[in-house]
């Protein structure tokens, strides 16, 4: 017997990732529309398989302050920049759909400049994003598909990039946007201060040491 459900019937606890198999890309973007917009639950497809995944309220205090030093850097160094969020990227040619828990457009930042609506048949793909706590295969290849630049992975106090290389993604020791900056063991520095000092000192002591090092 062949049980089928609805997408209401199913509770994804915070933390927690439901996988789906053999998923078409019909049924890919019929869930989408059911999900909606306005939602907490990050999607990733690849090639008949989605997971939905239900982030935790540590998992967003993380994201938003990287995000925030994020900022701080591209706004001391003058470089333009347009945020995306955790907008659904997806490329049915590829069968490929990402929600990234953040990104931006940095290197085609003026391209972005006004866009509401993301066709990547057209338009670029982030040249940046970050992901939270749980970066799986599906949501590694989802990126690999869609050809993103570079991608942040934190988890378990741990700050990893992964740049494109010829198809496939390789971990460096710092980022190439800012690699005249030693940013990723600043970033991981500044999250610890946050978890005694709270996040509003930390992005300023951030701020301030950016400042500093761009100043020598």
């Not at 089928?4 to 019937?9: E, I, K, S």
Request: charged share 25%.
């Amino acid at each position: 017997m062949v049980v089928t459900l609805q997408l209401c019937q199913i509770d994804v606890q915070p933390g927690q990732c439901l996988t789906l198999r053999e998923i078409t890309w019909a049924e890919f973007e019929a869930i989408l529309d059911e999900l909606g917009e306005h939602r907490a639950a990050r999607v990733a497809y690849y090639q008949g398989v989605l997971e939905i995944r239900m982030p935790t309220p540590e998992h967003e205090v993380d994201k938003e302050l990287i995000g925030d030093m994020v900022k701080i850097l591209l706004d001391e160094l003058e470089l333009d920049w347009e945020p995306y969020g955790s907008t659904t990227f997806k490329r049915a040619e590829m069968a490929a759909g990402i929600e990234p828990d953040t990104c931006f457009y940095i290197q085609n930042a003026r391209k972005m400049i006004g866009k509401r609506r993301i066709n990547l048949s057209v338009d670029p793909p982030p040249d940046l994003a970050i992901e939270i706590d749980v970066i799986s295969k599906t949501q590694l290849s989802g990126y690999v598909a869609l050809g993103v630049p570079e991608l942040w992975c934190y988890g378990d106090g741990k700050l990893q990039v992964f740049v494109l290389n010829q198809g496939e993604y390789i971990q460096v020791e710092t980022s190439l946007i800012f690699e005249n900056l030693p940013v990723i063991e600043r970033i991981l520095e500044f999250l610890q201060l946050s978890l005694t000092q709270g996040s509003s000192t930390a992005r300023r002591a951030f701020r301030l040491w950016v400042r500093e090092a761009l100043a020598q």
